[in-house]
């Protein structure tokens, strides 16, 4: 076991925590709204509970690519894991089911979507259609249907004809 090594992994396990704060403060918050509770210790545990299943992912993959020697990995791995259970334990003393509040976030927010495209779809039926009077225009290389505004063909890149009304 060399002492850089070990040194090195906790540096750059508190480097990924640092910068993954701000994007793990935002599950804490949800987390916090969905129980109605802003409790510290709640949101420290949860902080806790992600940056240390990071460090076990980090651990795991070093491991894969043969940055850790089987014995460093083994100790380190049985350290973040008894963390990570006591952690959950804690959360579970406190009642809190992170899954469960996450699914049923996930589970308001697609009602909420469910009614937002139903009420799209009411409004939508209760207005007439308007349709616009287009002339109908093609490629006379290609036959691609053209828009009355379209100098060029989109298909081909052929010059479209420039239809000017007739002056009466």
Not at 83 to 91: C, D, F, H, P
Not at 109 to 133: C, F, G, K, N, Y
Not at 139 to 145: A, D, E, L, S, W
């Amino acid at each position: 076991m060399t002492l850089p090594l070990i040194a090195g992994l906790f540096l750059a396990a508190g480097l990924f925590v640092f910068v993954l704060r701000p994007l793990l403060l935002a599950r804490r918050e949800r987390a916090a709204l969905l129980t109605g509770s802003s409790d510290e210790t709640l949101e420290n545990l949860l902080f806790e509970r992600e940056a240390t299943l990071a460090a076990i992912k980090d651990l795991q993959f070093d491991h894969a690519m043969g940055k850790l020697s089987d014995a460093d990995f083994q100790e380190l791995d049985t350290r973040y894991r008894h963390r990570a259970v006591e952690i959950l334990q804690k959360l579970d003393a406190l009642g809190v089911a992170a899954d469960d509040r996450e699914e049923s976030l996930e589970v308001a927010l697609d009602h909420w979507i469910e009614e937002a495209v139903a009420a799209a779809r009411s409004a939508a039926q209760a207005q007439p259609a308007q349709t616009l009077a287009v002339p109908a225009r093609f490629c006379t290389q290609c036959g691609h249907p053209a828009v009355a505004a379209d100098r060029f063909c989109a298909n081909c890149g052929t010059p479209l004809r420039i239809e000017t009304p007739a002056v009466p």
